[in-house]
């Protein structure tokens, strides 16, 4: 029995150490299946040429609008995964302007967050407006795939810069921006912004023909306007810079507000001046010689320029109003001129003029005249302007001139007046003065230049009796300076004049007067170029700048006329 037990206990104990076999695993089985929500599509209605990608791996949307779009507010649409919303939902308007983010929601509740960003894709267009030589601020002339420029003759046409005015990013083969060398036709890429779009032009430079003779001039108004010549030292300088410049000649103001640039005996004898003195205009410049005009004219011809007085008021009285005080009427009361309307006689209720065809006034005129040219042996010229002769169109009523008109004429003067015989009789009055003045001042100095500066015509004719094509036809014009200071209408005045020209005289005698300085408005430089440039186009005999202080002024200004009078020319044999 205990053998048997203990056998039994062994076997027992020896059960109780071994562990139980493992269950078999069963293998995989099936499990739940969770969604990734996506965006399948992106659309938006307004830009349905928008290009769209949708990138899954960076959980992105990119969009490219057409070139030209606007990046504002916009409606995007989104076509998603089964049973996914969005948050903003499709539809939702979306500010393009910026990224934005659309959040994602599955089914099983699975999330997702897309980001939207918005480009605008780049121009394919090579269109631009213009092509602009820089420094000289010309423009070329387009025609197909040819564009020429004409620059003044100094030019240096194989180191050049070009600007190009376009609303599209544009790129040049070569790159003509920098340095363009048209010393011969250049072909050039213009490429637009996408890099791959480009159009091919030729260009070409011309250069206006060389200047060996012509007037460049410049007008000098009376101290009241400018110190730049009211003593010897600033009359040096002022000229250092005409001739630097190049300029060869300058018209000097001498007769303004009852005053003239030298000691005048006939001055002081027809106004109520107490000393001789105080009608010079110049009367406090200091240095040199004392005499302003004296200094002028000699070292203006040191440095090869010409000087010629320019007689700014003429017949003309006063701006503003009659003033009976002032030491021409102050003498001589009778001499304001009267109108048609029984008023003084004006132009445009502003400029009073005394009465032109009487002649005391006209004698008055010459008078000042002839002894400036007589006191200034080596003056180059005079000059009349838009007052000298003239008169406003309804002036001559003078009880003087009228019965003047009535001895010549057996007829009374016509209370119109532009009744045609009445207006002729005043026009051969002015003109019959042009030629007086032309004829007295060659009497007295055959080599000085009888200059006129008239309005256009036939608006001077028609408002100020400024008949020029007669004084050209009577032989009493050296040179015509034509005011043409109406920027707008610039070519057509100058084309206009210059066919007047050609009509009257075998010669041409016309320049253009250019407004470079307008009170305190200076002339664009861009205005400036193209009016230089049409004024050879057209064959002028140059031009003239009014006035001096546009080039002090005008850093711009100097370096153009630098660029288009590159070398000093001679002033021509009038």
């Not at 071994?18 to 069963?26: G, H, L, M, S």
């Not at 010309?138 to 003044?152: A, D, V």
């Not at 006034?361 to 180059?380: G, N, T």
């Not at 200059?451 to 094509?469: I, R, S």
Request: charged share 20%; hydrophobic share 40%.
């Amino acid at each position: 029995m205990s053998a048997l037990f203990a056998t039994m206990l062994i076997s027992a104990m020896m059960s109780a150490c071994v562990k139980p076999a493992p269950t078999p695993d069963p293998g995989p089985g099936p499990k739940p299946q969770i969604e990734t929500p996506a965006i399948l599509s992106v659309s938006l209605p307004v830009y349905p040429q928008a290009q769209i990608t949708i990138d899954d791996s960076l959980s992105a949307v990119d969009i490219v609008l057409p070139y030209g779009s606007k990046l504002g507010r916009t409606q995007v649409e989104y076509v998603l995964t089964d049973s996914t919303t969005a948050d903003p939902a499709s539809g939702s308007v979306q500010d393009l302007s910026q990224p934005f983010k659309v959040f994602l929601t599955g089914k099983s509740g699975a999330a997702r967050k897309y980001v939207f960003n918005t480009t605008l894709a780049k121009s394919n267009l090579t269109a631009f407006k213009w092509m602009t030589i820089n420094d000289y601020y010309i423009q070329g002339s387009k025609s197909g795939s040819e564009i020429s420029f004409t620059l003044p003759y100094g030019a240096d046409l194989s180191s050049l810069s070009i600007s190009v005015a376009s609303d599209n990013i544009l790129s040049f083969e070569p790159d003509i921006t920098t340095k363009a060398d048209l010393s011969s036709p250049l072909t050039v890429k213009v490429i637009a912004e996408d890099g791959v779009t480009f159009k091919e032009y030729t260009l070409k430079a011309d250069k206006f023909p060389e200047e060996t003779e012509t007037v460049r001039a410049v007008y000098l108004p009376s101290p009241s306007h400018t110190s730049s010549f009211l003593s010897y030292n600033s009359v040096c300088k002022s000229l250092d810079l005409l001739q630097e410049l190049n300029f060869n000649c300058l018209f000097v103001g001498c007769w303004d507000k009852a005053k003239v640039a030298w000691d005048s005996e006939v001055l002081l004898a027809n106004t109520n001046y107490q000393s001789i003195s105080a009608g010079n205009m110049y009367r406090n410049y200091t240095g040199g010689s004392g005499d302003a005009l004296a200094d002028i004219i000699s070292e203006a011809h040191k440095r090869n320029i010409k000087v010629i007085l320019w007689f700014e008021y003429g017949f003309m009285h006063r701006v503003g109003g009659v003033d009976f005080t002032d030491p021409i009427l102050a003498k001589h009361p009778g001499w304001i001129g009267f109108g048609s309307d029984g008023n003084y006689s004006n132009y445009n209720g502003t400029d009073f003029y005394l009465n032109a065809y009487d002649p005391q006034v006209q004698q008055f005129m010459l008078d000042l005249i002839l002894e400036a040219v007589r006191l200034y042996p080596e003056l180059d010229g005079v000059q009349g302007d838009d007052r000298l002769p003239a008169s406003p169109r309804n002036s001559g009523y003078n009880e003087s001139t009228k019965a003047l008109y009535l001895a010549q004429t057996g007829r009374e003067a016509p209370s119109d007046c532009n009744d045609a015989d009445w207006v002729k009789w005043r026009l051969d009055i002015l003109n019959a003065f042009a030629v007086r003045m032309h004829d007295e001042v060659k009497a007295l100095n055959s080599k000085c230049l009888v200059c006129f500066a008239p309005n256009k015509y036939p608006w001077a004719e028609g408002t100020l009796m400024q008949c020029w094509p007669q004084w050209v036809k009577d032989g009493a014009v050296d040179l015509l300076t034509v005011q043409c200071y109406v920027t707008a209408n610039y070519e057509n005045d100058v084309n206009s004049q210059a066919a007047l020209m050609k009509e009257n005289s075998d010669r041409m005698l016309f320049q253009p007067a250019m407004i470079l300085k307008n009170g305190s408005a200076l002339l664009p430089v861009e205005l400036l170029s193209e009016e230089l440039c049409h004024n050879r186009r057209v064959g002028t005999l140059g031009e003239a700048q009014f006035w001096f202080e546009g080039l002090n002024e005008s850093e711009q200004a100097r370096k153009l006329f630098k660029l288009f009078y590159s070398t000093p020319v001679a002033f021509p044999d009038l």
